[in-house]
T-cell receptor
Framework: EAQVTQNPRYLITVTGKKLTVTCSQN?????MSWYRQDPGLGLRQIYY???????DKGDVPEGYKVSRKEKRNFPLILESPSPNQTSLYFC???????????FGPGTRLTVL | GQQLNQSPQSMFIQEGEDVSMNCTSS?????WLWYKQDPGEGPVLLIA?????ELTSNGRLTAQFGITRKDSFLNISASIPSDVGIYFC??????????????FGQGTTLQVKP
């Protein structure tokens, strides 16, 4: 089944403790993105990647890092999480000029 | 950054009623998308619109791409309880060299009373 998977689905952590949220897609898509969803704000793009080793900032990149060493994986890294990063995070992937992005199931992160 | 204004923010309707929601933007987009998010899940694409003026249906759902390319609406006819969820509009710039980034509206939360 064509899909985007994320792990973990739920995470509670404390301020300053580094964490990584993984994202993997099995559709051979070039484009991958991370979004965060907050009440009243919709989804906002954090980082995106147009292909392996090509990444760039989205609209809200502060406090996040990403890497794209393989086409299928696009992990989101929080080096020193803070409470304002408590949010619902979505990974998405798409081909460069084809159907719209497919979203993963989401990761709900709480930073205490 | 760019923003889309989506309205209404929430709706509480009776089963069988029709629903209408819309999005407006100060920017032009060449693609408009409508997604639905069920509780605990990621957004799922409902309808994609690629041409100004385009009117597209998907079952009980109908969406239109505004002529000015700055707006879109989504209608749901004869609502049923499983229509409950959050509906998002999203604008996208497509074409060579772009990132395919989506700009999302704030979402419309729909509740349906049986």
């Amino acid at each position: 089944e064509a899909q985007v998977t994320q792990n973990p689905r739920y995470l509670i952590t404390v301020t300053g403790k580094k964490l990584t949220v993984t994202c993997s897609q099995n559709m051979n898509h070039e484009y991958m993105s991370w979004y965060r969803q907050d009440p009243g704000l919709g989804l906002r793009q954090i980082y995106y990647s147009m292909n392996v080793e090509v990444t760039d900032k989205g609209d809200v990149p502060e406090g996040y890092k990403v890497s794209r060493k393989e086409k299928r994986n696009f992990p989101l890294i929080l080096e020193s999480p803070s409470p304002n990063q408590t949010s619902l995070y979505f990974c998405a992937s798409s081909p460069p000029a084809g159907p719209p992005p497919v979203f993963g199931p989401g990761t709900r992160l709480t930073v205490l | 950054g760019q923003q889309l204004n989506q309205s209404p923010q929430s709706m509480f309707i009776q089963e069988g009623e029709d629903v209408s929601m819309n999005c407006t933007s100060s920017s032009i987009f060449n693609t408009w998308l409508w997604y639905k998010q069920d509780p605990g899940e990621g957004p799922v694409l409902l309808i994609a619109l690629y041409k100004a003026g385009e009117l597209t249906s998907n079952g009980r759902l109908t969406a239109q791409f505004g002529i000015t390319r700055k707006d879109s609406f989504l209608n749901i006819s004869a609502s049923i309880p499983s229509d409950v969820g959050i509906y998002f509009c999203a604008g996208q710039q497509r074409g060579s060299g772009n990132t395919g980034k989506l700009i999302f509206g704030q979402g419309t939360t729909l509740q349906v009373k049986p």
